[in-house]
């Protein structure tokens, strides 16, 4: 059965297994005066399916009953299973205007996301091989997030869930319309996959996306950073009752790895290259390297973009150097 933590009155936290090693997202289910509201569904896959059907059973939800699914973002793990779970319920679905346009672009039928990701991969250094099956599990994917829910823009500042007001904050970064939820009077913070405790949130250069996500990301950091917050409800992981603290050791893990990435750079260094350093100490499936490159990716341009390292083509293939090499 779920393991389903009651947070406050009228929240309620929900384990839905993920076929991934964090092992969940957690989905937040809101008791309101005439139904439920919902923020983010799940991947669609069996176990996720069984999980809703226990959670409704056990928390004596009429799934007819359930008015809105708020999506947090546009990722797999979270928006997977909006259209499944609206052919049940008839529920609206609202996701940020940034990651609706990547639904279409992403999921859309005739995508061409995944083939433009291997180009990318391949420009940077990825040997062919590699970049195929970079190529073809990310095509895999879209059997996880079908039937494509009918998706309204969320355009209000503020929501109500569990009868509370929540203002709406854009936190781009892990995606271009990642949204967080913040109730003020009881300093709650839904944080999606802005903060998690533990792991740090993956900041990725994507075909389609910002030129510049980790810039973004450290300015979304601290527009969280200035709140309130007396407890933070992330999607995967533990709650974070120290939030200010988690910022600030994730803002060291960036710093850190931009000043591995700097290094390793030197006088010309593709992202592959690049990555294979980073993460040399374990090996990594095609699902995990396409992360892998992206993240560097997301890592070089910001070196890129404070005037550390500068870029170049050559025959094709990009490289990226340190810029006081250049002349020297
Ligand atoms: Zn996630």
Same mark, same amino acid.
């Given at each position: 059965m779920p393991n389903i933590e009651?947070?406050? $009155?009228?929240i309620y936290r929900i384990p839905i297994p993920v076929?991934?090693?964090?092992k969940y997202v957690y989905c937040y289910l809101f008791q309101e005066v005439d139904g439920w509201n919902l923020v983010d569904a799940g991947f669609h896959y069996p176990d996720a399916v069984d999980a809703w059907k226990q959670v409704f059973r056990q928390l004596r939800?009429?799934? $007819?009953?359930?008015?809105s699914i708020y999506l947090t973002h546009f990722h797999p793990d979270h928006f997977g299973l909006t259209g499944w779970m609206q052919e049940l319920t008839g529920a609206k679905a609202f996701i940020s205007k940034e990651d609706y346009l990547m639904v279409e672009r992403v999921?859309?039928?005739? =995508?061409?996301q995944a083939s433009l990701v291997g180009a990318i991969c391949k420009q940077n250094g990825v040997p062919d091989s590699l970049a195929t099956q970079i190529e073809e599990n990310m095509r895999k994917l879209s059997k996880h997030v079908t039937p494509l829910p009918s998706l309204t823009i969320l355009e209000e500042k503020e929501v109500t869930l569990g009868g509370r007001s929540w203002k709406v904050i854009l936190v781009p970064g892990? =995606?271009?319309?990642l949204v967080n939820f913040y109730q003020p009077e009881h300093q709650l913070l839904l944080a999606a996959d802005h903060v998690l405790d533990k792991i740090t949130p993956n900041i990725s250069l994507w075909p389609?996306?910002?030129?510049n996500p980790l810039k973004n990301y450290f300015s979304s950091l601290s527009k969280i950073d200035e709140l309130d917050i007396q407890l933070a409800l992330p999607a995967h992981g533990a709650v974070i009752h120290q939030l200010q603290k988690r910022i600030s050791e994730i803002r060291r893990h960036h710093e850190k790895r931009l000043n591995q990435m700097f290094s390793f750079a030197k006088d010309g260094q593709t992202a592959y290259e690049i990555a294979s350093k980073v993460f040399q100490h374990k090996e990594l499936s095609p699902h995990q390297w396409r992360f892998a490159i992206a993240e560097t990716l997301a890592h070089l341009e910001y070196l890129v973009s404070i005037g550390q390292l500068i870029k170049m083509e050559r025959n094709g293939i990009i490289f990226y150097q340190q810029a006081n090499k250049k002349g020297a």
């Open positions: 009651q947070i406050a $009155k009228n076929p991934f090693p964090m939800v009429n799934p $007819k009953h359930i008015r999921w859309g039928q005739n =995508s061409r892990h =995606s271009d319309g389609g996306c910002s030129p």
